[in-house]
């Protein structure tokens, strides 16, 4: 009999099962005792079987080992892996394995064809958190391990190979990884659904899976695991445990509108009613039985209620209008008796007998707080200084709790001296259109997640706390808290999990202040104190010593514990500043140098700082304008064929020669470029002066010259290019071969669609791409072959340490063996000495680059080393 697959917590079947179909990895997914459950469509056209021959038999029957092979075929290996994962309920990786598979001839007979495999075996677990079983991942290798020569390949070269092979995993791994993350975002979208859902399975409608607005409906009573009933014994005799019955056993759905249903939303509340919009769907499996029910509606109560309470209020308005007895009141000011409607007794939960009429038994019944404000209005309307009273305040109900009422009367009688005689209103009963404005208050000016007063209450606070400082003659602090790789736990983890970090930092935060002390949250990852008043700044670096240490202790986020550090800035008032938004730039840059100084610290606000900032910014300024007044200049370093010693290309690099400052590093400004949008229009200059020197350059040599120009992320990112370079290139009159561009390590990883279409522009217009700073990132040969790098460039780093240290020059040699094998070429940056040139010569390194031949040079005398000879320059 086959076994079914537990389900995933928290995703749909439809939808696991559709991301499961599409993965691009084969996946098989076994039982305990490693009988095939399910097979997915790679895994199939990997193997070359139909998914009715692989389901309910064991992997080790339907791929034997090879009786007549003496080698090891892999089942062994297979066996400990899973058995491992067993043991240990950790995933197993296989990095390189060899496994070969039965295949069917024509004929019938089988024979077995020799495979290699990346397998990663992965456990999975049951909602009670038990092993149930193991999804077994794997890479069909062959073709790189036949490209690699595995077999008769020397032991280093079988090590590069099997490092390839590791890569390869890893990549798997990486994709599981992507696969994770999806799964993530439906659970997500499940999750925060604004109507309701449940799911229940069996007879017994066992609750299996709710999503927030279930539990929030429900008061979050604990629901997973229990039936219907058990779970919710106050709906009893509602009809709703024989609608499931029915649902179940029928398998037709029932669809249901404005339901009551009366149950305690929480243990100490007396039951309420709600009013639910519902349907009932019945879930089947494969063979058409109902196995569960999936629940879901909306809570209209509040849209019910708001429905009524219009309705009321205008029927109330037409009783004050037509002067009837409904809500209604009547009082003498000169007696001072007070008369109330049965409306109004009623409004209030008042018999009759209940309540004095009487002005000081009226006075009695307002809220203290609110007497004095109403007695005002009424005052006003006696003295005639108001024409009508209209006045909004608490009144006691009569089982003890407060009502918001809208008071609004009118002066109807006068005795002979002209003196209010006789005035009537109405109440009518405001208390949810009070706890309305204070919902939107709430939700205006404090953090919905931490409760924290938000960005636009800290500023009102700030800008109090600097009025009092100034008129008590006090100081204040600023400290402003960005937590340090709180990025990384979020997209790691996801946003749920920094949602709970972020919550418990704020606690944290707000138990090292006192009451006096203002906390806020300013959005992201950004915290603000203010503290005032102070004494002696020992005071506030114990504070931020305290915030410090106390979120440097272990975050527990579900069942991951992360770690976390914060960088505080510090600006005080009146020393550093006096306006509340030069206090918060201040201490947003005392901040941001903290961070930079390396994080976990805090540092206070300095005129150097600002300075900083100012040159900053100024330098900003002047890079708007750099283009234009002809500052930028482009120098030429040549790159040498290292077997010939022949000039043979250039790379191109910019230098800005500032009016005043003089020569700016291009790591002050390039990032700058970047940051103001001005990266593309520096870059596309760039590429225009070296197409012409290119042009000119193959001209004198008689032969295309290439030059390299670099190209940043945000260059392929930008739409704002106004120069297609392909374009360009053929407009000029020349060919994709006289310039190549350069792109780093990191920036395949991140590599977005814009980047991979633009790379393959360049391909299909012969434009050569050079990989820069190779060894220092993280690429692996599946993107080296994705992206058709051409040339890789070995770092300057392992090329100085080369002559003195051995592992930098078997980085350095793999590198080069492993290009090749490739088919692209190597060139190495930063040579400086003949030491270096002649290993690299004798490891096989194509080109060099770096002082030992010349250093970046203008236009005019880059010809001039163009014309000379050439073999001088290698010794």
Request: hydrophobic share 40%; aromatic share 10%; glycine share 6%.
């Amino acid at each position: 009999m086959i076994k079914q697959l537990p389900p995933m917590p928290s995703l749909s079947e439809t939808a696991y099962k559709a991301i499961f179909e599409t993965a691009p990895i084969g996946d098989v997914v076994l039982s305990m005792d490693f009988i095939i459950l399910d097979v997915n469509r790679t895994f199939l056209k990997s193997a070359g079987r139909q998914w009715r021959d692989l389901v309910g038999r064991s992997i080790f029957d339907v791929f034997p080992e090879n009786p007549g092979d003496p080698e090891d075929t892999g089942v062994a290996a297979l066996r400990k892996s899973l058995a491992r994962v067993v043991a240990t309920g950790e995933p197993d990786t296989l990095a390189l394995q060899r496994y070969p598979i039965p295949i069917k001839n024509p004929d019938g007979t089988e024979y077995f064809e020799e495979r290699f495999w990346s397998v990663v075996n992965t456990p999975f677990y049951d909602r009670a958190g038990n092993l149930a079983g193991i999804s077994h991942s794997s890479m069909d290798v062959t073709d790189l391990v036949r490209m690699e020569g595995l077999p008769e390949s020397t032991e280093p070269e079988k090590q590069l190979a099997e490092a390839n092979m590791f890569t390869r995993t890893q990549a798997l791994q990486q994709v599981k990884e992507a696969l994770e993350e999806e799964r993530e975002r439906l659970r997500h979208l499940f999750e925060r659904a604004p109507g309701f859902v449940y799911f229940t399975e069996g007879e017994q409608h066992v609750v299996v899976q709710a999503n927030e607005a279930f539990h929030e409906l429900t008061g979050w009573r604990e629901v997973i695991g229990k039936s219907v009933e058990e779970a919710f014994p106050d709906i009893a005799g509602q009809g709703f445990y024989e609608l499931h019955n029915e649902v179940y056993r029928t398998g037709q759905p029932y669809v249901g509108s404005a339901i009551p249903v009366v149950f305690r939303q929480l243990p100490f509340q007396p039951p309420s009613e709600r009013i639910v919009d519902i349907v009932y769907q019945p879930i089947v499996d494969a063979s058409g039985t109902v196995v569960g029910i999936c629940g879901q509606g909306n809570d209209i109560t509040e849209k019910r209620l708001m429905e009524a309470e219009l309705r009321a209020s205008e029927e109330r308005w037409k009783l004050a209008l037509e002067a009837s007895g409904g809500g209604m009141w009547e009082w003498n000011p000169q007696t001072r008796d007070v008369r109330f409607s049965h409306t109004w007794r009623d409004m209030l939960g008042y018999s009759k007998d209940e309540v004095e009429e009487s002005f000081d038994a009226w006075q009695r019944m307002v809220y203290p707080k609110d007497l004095k404000r109403v007695l005002k209005d009424l005052d006003q309307l006696i003295r005639a200084e108001s024409q009508t009273f209209s006045s909004e305040y608490r009144i006691r109900r009569q089982d003890g709790g407060w009502m918001w009422v809208l008071a609004r009367g009118a002066v109807v009688g006068r005795d002979l001296a002209g003196r209010p005689t006789r005035v009537i209103g109405t109440n009518i009963d405001i208390s949810e259109s009070k706890q309305s404005e204070r919902k939107i208050w709430l939700q205006a000016n404090f953090d919905a997640l931490t409760g924290l007063p938000n960005r636009r209450l800290f500023r009102d606070r700030l800008e109090q706390a600097t009025k009092k400082a100034r008129r008590g003659g006090h100081s204040l602090a600023l400290l402003f808290i960005d937590l340090d790789r709180f990025k990384e736990v979020n997209d790691l983890l996801g946003h749920d999990a920094g949602d709970l970090l972020l919550a418990d930092a704020s606690r944290r935060i707000s138990a090292c202040m006192r009451e006096s002390d203002t906390v806020a949250r300013l959005g992201g990852d950004e915290f603000t104190t203010i503290l005032t008043p102070i004494g002696e700044h020992a005071h506030i670096e114990e504070i931020a010593c305290k915030i410090i240490e106390a979120l440097s202790a272990p975050f527990r986020v579900g069942q991951d514990v992360v770690h976390i550090s914060a960088s505080i800035g510090i600006t005080l008032f009146p020393q550093d500043a006096s306006e509340p938004s030069e206090l918060i730039r201040n201490a947003d840059q005392a901040m941001y140098f903290a961070k930079k100084a390396g994080r976990d610290q805090f540092r206070y606000f300095t005129r150097s700082m600002q300075e900083q900032a100012q040159a900053r910014l100024g330098l900003g300024r002047d890079l708007r304008r750099a283009l234009a007044e002809n500052e930028f200049r482009v120098v030429y370093q040549p790159v040498i064929d290292l077997s010939s010693g022949r000039i043979v290309k250039a790379e191109a690099l910019i230098r800005w020669h500032h009016p005043s400052l003089g020569l700016v590093a291009p790591a002050d400004f390039i990032p700058l470029a970047e940051e103001l949008g001005l990266i593309q229009e520096i870059g596309d200059w760039v590429f225009k002066q070296a197409v012409a020197c290119s042009k000119a350059w193959s001209r004198m040599a008689q032969e295309t010259f290439e030059i390299s120009v670099n190209r940043s992320p945000v260059q392929f990112m930008s739409k704002s290019s106004n120069v297609n370079w392909p374009r360009y290139l053929m407009d000029s009159g020349l060919s994709g071969d006289n310039i190549s561009v350069e792109i780093t390590e990191s920036m395949l990883i991140d590599a977005s669609p814009d980047m991979f279409q633009t790379l393959l522009e360049y391909r299909d217009a012969g434009i050569q791409v050079a990989l820069d700073d190779f060894g220092t990132g993280y690429s692996s040969l599946a993107y080296l072959k994705k992206f058709d790098i051409d040339y890789l460039k070995i770092d300057r780093s392992f090329v100085r340490d080369m002559v003195t240290n051995d592992t930098s020059r078997a980085i350095a040699r793999s590198t080069i063996v492993m290009a090749h094998e490739l088919g692209l070429k190597v060139i190495a940056e930063g040579i400086e000495t003949q030491d270096q040139m002649e290993l690299l010569a004798a490891d096989g390194c194509d080109y060099g680059q770096g002082f030992l031949f010349s250093e970046p040079v203008p236009p005019e005398k880059f010809e001039r080393l163009l014309v000379t000879d050439w073999a001088t320059l290698v010794i």
